[in-house]
């Protein structure tokens, strides 16, 4: 060694807490990213049921089956209604838990259409199918919707 140097035998303290606070940064952006992930899956697994419970109207109140406009509106149906309309089978309590709160209805959007309007539109309806989830006092409070449009048209006699 030459006279009139030093050598480090460590990190200073700064050293040490810019490698702390760079690793709680790198930790909180995992952390988050880990809750995002988590709430995707729960949404993701609700719009799932939901597309179930939209099959489940459909089969149970097929368009193809409506003669008149009037019979497109289908009232507000709760999904175990539809599950007991659709098959002869008993839903298990895994299943019931899974609808619970589960409803679906159609909608004729064109029902007060004038005779001359629904000509000019070549006799299509426009039907609107919405699935709503969720309840007061149960997880965020809020209901859910998912809804789709078709169109609908008479058919020839």
């Known amino acids: 060694m ?3 140097k030093t050598t480090r035998a460590g990190f200073t303290l700064l050293e040490v807490l810019l490698a702390a606070l760079i690793l709680g940064l790198g930790l909180a952006g995992i952390l988050v990213s880990m809750s995002q992930a988590q709430k995707m899956m729960l949404l993701s697994s609700e719009l799932e049921t939901a597309q179930e419970v939209m099959d489940l109207g459909d089969m149970a109140y ?3 089956a409506v003669k008149e406009e009037e019979d497109l509106d289908v009232r507000e149906t709760r999904a175990t209604e539809l599950w007991d309309l659709v098959t002869e089978e008993r839903m298990t309590s895994e299943q019931r838990e899974k609808f619970h709160g589960y409803t679906w209805e159609r909608e004729n959007l064109d029902r007060n259409m004038s005779d ?3 000509k000019r539109m070549n006799r299509l309806c426009r039907v609107r199918i919405t699935v709503t989830w969720g309840e007061r006092g149960q997880g965020s409070g809020k209901k859910e919707t998912e809804t789709y ?3 609908w048209r008479k058919p020839d006699e």
């Open 62 to 64: 097929p368009m193809e």
């Open 2 to 4: 030459t006279a009139g």
């Open 116 to 118: 001359d309007d629904l």
């Open 149 to 151: 449009v078709t169109l």
